[in-house]
């Protein structure tokens, strides 16, 4: 629920600490809302984790935009993951 992203990434990575040291090891999902959304999904790509964009999580496109159905949203975080996939290149 965090809308700043240093926020965010600091609760995330608390959290994944937790699960770490508790040695669950399962598919973790890192996801933001309205404010983070995007940063989360590049951070989740960059550490190779699952995310996921809906518009219940935040409703604007990358650029900013209304985005006008959850394909359009699902579409841009694939296209950001594969950026993300293609600069690690």
Do not use: C, F, Y
Not at 14 to 41: C, E, F, M, N, Q
Not at 64 to 76: E, I, Q, R
């Amino acid at each position: 629920m965090e809308q700043d992203e240093a926020a965010a990434w600091t609760v995330a990575k608390r959290i994944k600490a937790v699960l770490d040291r508790a040695r669950l090891r399962r598919p973790l999902l890192l996801h933001g809302r309205d404010a983070t959304v995007w940063s989360l999904v590049e951070r989740a790509a960059e550490q190779r984790l699952s995310t996921r964009v809906r518009l219940e999580d935040g409703g604007l496109l990358p650029d900013g935009t209304t985005a006008p159905a959850n394909a359009v949203l699902v579409a841009a975080a694939v296209a950001l993951v594969e950026s993300v996939a293609d600069e690690a290149r």
